[in-house]
């Protein structure tokens, strides 16, 4: 990974266009070809970004300021980054990531959602677990019944920030045109109000889950109603 703090400016321009102003950032370039600009807050969300594939160019603009362009291979969307002043650059060898390791009870909950994709839309049909995109997996990648791509991401207790990490997932899924449109699904044992109304604005359905219903656990022969 290559790691560049500088004072820089960002645009992008492609389906949608976006201008970052000069102030001071830091640029991850990661391995596998993806450029995030990030700013001293925001938690993890990027303020811009490129998904791989995509080449990254690097020149010198006229007045002599040197200029990234990362080109996506898939379309024609560009990212260009102006950088007037380099404080930090260096590379950073990671290894192997072993990857994230969840808890056994949403582990499960994401094995069980998987064989039982109808537990969340009729219809849905599983394509993948582990769905990798360049800030993490989504947990499950289904097919609708229109053929449509669907984004599941699983929680024990949804709260609002799952609800952010799924929508930065949605955001870079909805580049990839063999994927878009890709519709969101946020799914938990609970989800808070809060996390409910901001999943309504953000265009993504909740699912609440039984957890002991899916193990076969919770046998209708036993309630009174």
Not at 91 to 116: I, T
Request: some cysteine; charged content about 30%; glycine content about 8%.
């Amino acid at each position: 990974m290559r790691l560049v703090v500088a004072r820089c400016q960002v645009d992008y321009a492609g389906r949608l266009t976006a201008h970052l102003p000069p102030a001071t950032r830091v640029i991850m370039v990661k391995a596998d070809g993806s450029v995030l600009v990030h700013s001293d807050g925001g938690s993890y969300k990027p303020l811009n970004w490129m998904s791989p594939p995509c080449t990254l160019r690097e020149g010198v603009a006229d007045d002599g300021v040197v200029e990234w362009t990362v080109s996506a291979a898939k379309s024609d969307d560009t990212l260009r980054i102006r950088l007037e002043e380099v404080l930090h650059d260096s590379a950073h060898e990671l290894g192997v990531d072993p990857g994230l390791r969840k808890d056994g009870v949403e582990k499960h909950l994401q094995e069980l959602l998987a064989e039982h994709t109808t537990t969340l839309g009729a219809g849905l049909t599983l394509v993948r677990r582990e769905h990798m995109t360049a800030i993490g997996p989504v947990d499950l990648l289904c097919r609708d019944t229109g053929g449509a791509a669907v984004a599941v991401e699983i929680k024990r207790r949804g709260d609002i920030d799952g609800v952010e990490q799924l929508t930065r997932y949605l955001e870079l899924m909805n580049r990839d045109p063999a994927l878009r449109p890709v519709r969101g699904i946020f799914a938990a044992q609970e989800i808070k109000p809060q996390a409910r109304v901001l999943a309504g604005d953000r265009g993504i359905e909740c699912v609440v889950v039984d957890y002991d219903a899916l193990r076969g656990i919770d046998d209708p022969s036993l309630r009174l109603f």
